[in-house]
């Protein structure tokens, strides 16, 4: 595959930087591929959702009460997604920390993944909130709520983006050609990795506190002081899933981007990140026993939602977590993929039990979000793919890097 | 500028006074360190259900008139509308009546958990919302064991509303609109220390009128409302069951190590990069 095909920045040829930017923006591609069909529709759709809710209110489209303040944008949008987005701190900690370069193809996009994700729950947040014009204020220092979680998620959440940011931009700088901004940023790879990590860490874990003081509003198979340590055991293996998911779609996707040389590691890739997800599930299962034995809610396991939890624990988290070290052994890369989906399924039930679900389960009027909220969560799901998409087919994040990056060196 | 002997004597002067009245006036606010949580004892033996507690705190903020009245089997709930409502109950001791409010935690849950400090425990004791640095993130309202913040979901300005003990009251001297208005003197105002002391005077006088019990003594830390009652607070539809530590201590473990981790990892990480480094030599940054 010769670079030259898709690097237009190289040079530019001869453009002005705004010529090749607005050459950039438009579309590639055929338009009405299946996707683009189903997808439109829906973001305009939200888009008219968006401003009825403020213009009338959280109440116009949302099904919230005074009991449940936070569905499913925050259940599913911001405490789901985010683990999902985990894939990005622990493969950087693997590639540049842990140095294993086997998985240095995949860095670049799983960190895009990342980055788009945060971008987009952060933006779903601004949706709920109901006073979103003062959202800077724990930010400009007017109004410190240190003893908050929330005050903390925050800002890890603005401060991570800036990092995964940092850790993306080589590749916004070879497809601008920018080879002295290349060289400057990429220096700062490695401190905003750490950075990172650390960061995720803790908002991960934190995501978790968020609930800690709802002590009494959340059922008690899903509450304990341990939520933070589950959340963040559970983000590493959501977030390898995510990327095992995600790059079985892109590589039929983006097929054509993809060098012969990583489509030959891609399955090694894949049985190397199956064996670590089966390792932290593991723990998690192992977490997660110790914690209900201490919890001693025996009584509680022969009820409704004592059968909906042992669903979770075993359908959801032991059956993947034996798939993926069986196809390990076995090299089964279908069944790896089988695992990667259940593996997201779970965890897509665990945030919903501790957030939805299980939160007031006991209340006379439950909490189900509208066709609404559902809606405008689909869309902003559908844009970030949309945003991925366009990134994709513009920078070297699949591809390889222009030859300039290395011949200059 | 040039400051002669005179002008500089001058000024010393004028400093000299401003600091010795500014000691002098530094007196009076030492009293104010000292200022106690204030609070309310609500007696639910002498309440009679009339509801002038509601009426008097809708005229107080502004806001709507009562719905409905207290009935046995029926839980009215404060709403974003409304700040308190008195309940009835079927208990084993014949009707009996509770109001409800926000409690006004000694340590409360919703101020540890409000990420601009929109959510304000005063000096005072009162716990406020204050509009101009909330962001309408409802986190309040899912830590708070009472469920007392209440949400505007129809309106493109939300508040959020609860009993504020009605501090703009307090700062004027009066006391609060509900308490003042109380016919059968179910409510009283004081400090939350006076408080305890009358709560427990009545219970030591009457002991058979009162199970030995206050509500809001030690639940959930401690709270600027205090319940007395002639059953079982359960009866009265009271939460018997929360925690007597306060709720910002649930998540102070977490909270506490950040600032370990924020340390440590780096270092950490540092290290075990450091540690694998001898095969970084041959493989590119970035390939």
Known sequence: ?409 | MSLGRRNFFKVLGVTGVTLAIGKELRAVPKTENSIEFSGVLYDSTRCVGCQTCESSCAEANGLPDPVGTPEAGVVRKTDESHRTVVNAFNTSKGEAYLKKQCMHCNEPACTAACLTQAMYKTKEGAVIWRGDKCMGCRYCMVSCPFDIPKFEYHSANPKIEKCNMCYGRLKEGKIPACVENCPAEALVFGTRRELIKEARKRINDNPEQYVDNIYGEHEAGGTGFLYLSAVPFNELGLNTSLQTKSYPELSKGFLYSVPTVFVLWPAILLGIREATKNKHSNVEENE
């Not at chain 1, 779903?124 to 240190?146: K, M």
């Not at chain 1, 198979?221 to 293996?237: D, K, Q």
């Not at chain 1, 004592?306 to 069986?326: D, Q, S, T």
Request: net charge positive; hydrophobic share 55%.
């Open chain 1, 1 to 409: 595959m010769s670079n030259t095909d898709y690097t237009l920045a190289k040079d530019n040829d001869g453009k002005s930087i705004w010529q090749f930017l607005a050459f950039e923006l438009k579309p590639r591609g055929k338009f009405l591929t299946p996707f683009n069909i189903i997808s439109i529709p829906v973001m305009i759709l939200s888009l008219v959702l968006i401003v009825i809710r403020f213009w009338k209110g959280l109440g116009s489209i949302t099904n919230l009460t005074q009991e449940v303040p936070w569905g499913l944008w925050i259940g599913f949008d911001v405490v789901t997604g985010v683990a999902f987005a985990g894939g990005a701190y622990v493969l950087t900690f693997m590639v540049y920390i842990l140095n294993m370069q086997k998985y240095h193809s995949i860095v670049r996009i799983t960190v895009l993944n990342g980055f788009l994700a945060y971008v987009f729950y952060a933006g779903a947040l601004l949706l709920d909130l109901g006073r979103p014009w003062n959202v800077v204020n724990p930010i400009i220092g007017n109004s410190f709520g240190t003893s908050s979680v929330l005050f903390l998620v925050a800002w890890h959440f603005l401060l991570y983006m800036i990092a995964e940011l940092i850790e993306f931009s080589p590749a916004v700088a070879e497809w601008l050609g920018a080879k002295r901004a290349r060289k400057i940023l990429s220096g700062m790879t490695i401190a905003a990795v750490i950075f990172g990590i650390t960061l995720s860490t803790l908002h991960q874990s934190g995501l978790g506190a968020l609930y800690l003081m709802a002590k009494d509003k959340i059922h008690p198979l899903w509450y304990s002081e341990f939520i933070p340590v589950m959340f963040f055991v559970s983000s590493i293996f959501a977030g390898l899933s995510m990327v095992i998911f995600e790059g079985s779609i892109s590589h039929k996707v983006f097929f054509k981007q993809i060098s012969e040389k990583n489509h030959k590691a891609q399955n090694g890739i894949i049985i190397g990140l199956s064996k670590i997800c089966a390792v932290a599930m593991f723990a998690y299962f192992f977490l997660q026993v110790l914690v209900f034995v201490h919890g001693k809610h025996w009584d509680l396991l022969n009820t409704p939602m004592g059968y909906w939890y042992l669903l979770e624990m075993f359908g959801f988290v032991l059956l993947p977590m034996l798939l993926f070290f069986y196809s390990y052994r076995t090299n089964n890369i279908f069944m790896i993929k089988v695992a990667a989906i259940l593996t997201m399924l779970g965890v897509i039930m665990n945030r919903l039990n501790v957030t939805v679900i299980g939160f007031r389960w006991d209340a006379a009027v439950r909490y189900v979000p509208t066709w609404m909220e559902l809606a405008v969560t689909l869309s902003v799901i559908f844009t970030e793919i949309w945003i991925f998409r366009w990134v994709i087919n513009r920078m070297p994040v699949l591809r390889e890097s222009p030859s300039w990056v290395n011949d200059k060196k």
